[in-house]
């Protein structure tokens, strides 16, 4: 973590791509996302509304899982939680749509050689 203070989620982002920086790190993330998505599709749906309580959970399970054992740093929410967690839900639908690979190059992370 930086000792910076982001003053807008623009600048925010670039950030939080770095702290994203490693492939496995982004898939707990993309893992977690798609959870949160498919628990809150069946509870409107399925009018189960306590399943709404364990979005959090899945979603960060992941997302912590990743930073502590892989990324090895600190999660970006614990300083920035809203927009951390608008950024997971961008990182997402970025890499859904095939267009994460440049804003990761804007954002100067290297990508990494196997």
């Given at each position: 973590?930086?000792?910076?203070?982001?003053?807008?989620?623009?600048?925010?982002?670039?950030?939080?791509?770095?702290?994203?920086?490693?492939?496995?790190?982004?898939?707990?993330?993309?893992?977690?996302?798609?959870?949160?998505?498919?628990?809150?599709?069946?509870?409107?749906?399925?009018?189960?509304?306590?399943?709404?309580?364990?979005?959090?959970?899945?979603?960060?399970?992941?997302?912590?899982?990743?930073?502590?054992?892989?990324?090895?740093?600190?999660?970006?929410?614990?300083?920035?939680p809203?927009?951390?967690?608008?950024?997971?839900?961008?990182?997402?639908?970025?890499?859904l749509?095939?267009?994460?690979?440049?804003?990761?190059?804007?954002?100067?992370v290297?990508?990494?050689?196997?």
């Open positions: 973590m930086t000792d910076k203070t982001y003053q807008s989620f623009t600048e925010f982002w670039p950030f939080y791509l770095r702290e994203h920086s490693k492939p496995l790190t982004r898939a707990y993330h993309y893992i977690g996302t798609s959870i949160v998505i498919a628990i809150a599709a069946y509870a409107l749906l399925a009018g189960q509304w306590l399943w709404l309580l364990a979005m959090p959970v899945a979603g960060y399970f992941f997302a912590w899982l990743a930073h502590f054992t892989v990324e090895k740093n600190r999660p970006a929410t614990f300083t920035y809203l927009w951390s967690l608008g950024a997971d839900f961008k990182m997402w639908w970025y890499a749509t095939g267009r994460l690979g440049a804003e990761l190059e804007k954002a100067g290297k990508p990494i050689k196997g």
